[in-house]
T-cell receptor, first 114, second 115 residues
Framework: DAKTTQPTSMDCAEGRAANLPCNHS???????VYWYRQIHSQGPQYIIH?????ETNEMASLIITEDRKSSTLILPHATLRDTAVYYCIVRGYYNAGNNRKLIWGLGTSLAVNP | DAGVTQSPTHLIKTRGQQVTLRCSPK?????VSWYQQALGQGPQFIFQYYEEEERQRGNFPDRFSGHQFPNYSSELNVNALLLGDSALYLC??????????????FGPGTRLTVL
């Protein structure tokens, strides 16, 4: 699985958009970008994933650059409850060989301030 | 619809003891993975179970073993506990029919402290 690089920490004002970057310069063509978040002392929560195109769901938007070497997770109107560690994970097809694990980095600790 | 549940929530053991952690997957999910998360680190993959068999294993010693039952629930067993086994143990489930992408649902975790 490709390695990802994320900033250690970020701050965001409540009500503003939070833009969390992720670099994955060694991503290969069949690898997806996944985002999870983990609120303090809870289990991780799936947010969104994408392959090439930008994606949006009720939680967030995912913008993937055309060369797929980086992406940005956007929380459009951050609230205090969005304070969490956000993990960007790149992985290939789940059922391709021994590829059934998620490899986690240290993530970005996002603090949403009032 | 209950999500992934884990028990117990917290556990305190002493070195050398054995521990069993339990996980019930989300309804409709038949694949269970276990992760260990040390303080300040991302989760580390321990192993995955499907059809009652261990299908993939991470870089963990044989002291870590597991089991999956016919109702898809799972147990994680750790023998001869070490201080370094203190961590949050996470269970995640997914439906096997989702062939290529991998959206996993996590439980709240079991906080294990080894003294």
């Amino acid at each position: 699985d490709a390695k990802t690089t994320q900033p250690t920490s970020m701050d965001c004002a409540e009500g503003r958009a939070a833009n969390l970057p992720c670099n994955h310069s060694t991503i290969s063509g069949n690898e997806y970008v996944y985002w999870y978040r983990q609120i303090h002392s809870q289990g991780p929560q799936y947010i969104i994933h994408g392959l090439k195109n930008n994606e949006t769901n009720e939680m967030a938007s995912l913008i993937i650059t055309e060369d797929r070497k980086s992406s940005t997770l956007i929380l459009p109107h951050a609230t205090l409850r969005d304070t969490a560690v956000y993990y960007c994970i790149v992985r290939g097809y789940y059922n391709a060989g021994n590829n059934r694990k998620l490899i986690w980095g240290l993530g970005t600790s996002l603090a949403v301030n009032p | 619809d209950a999500g992934v549940t884990q028990s117990p929530t917290h556990l305190i053991k002493t070195r050398g003891q054995q521990v069993t952690l339990r996980c019930s997957p989300k309804s409709g999910h038949d694949t269970v993975s276990w992760y260990q998360q040390a303080l300040g680190q991302g989760p580390q993959f321990i192993f995955q179970y499907y059809e009652e068999e261990e299908r993939q294993r991470g870089n963990f010693p044989d002291r870590f073993s597991g089991h999956q039952f016919p109702n898809y629930s799972s147990e994680l067993n750790v023998n001869a506990l070490l201080l370094g086994d203190s961590a949050l143990y996470l269970c995640a489930s997914r439906p096997e029919w989702s062939p290529s992408t991998d959206t996993q649902y996590f439980g709240p975790g079991t906080r294990l402290t080894v003294l």
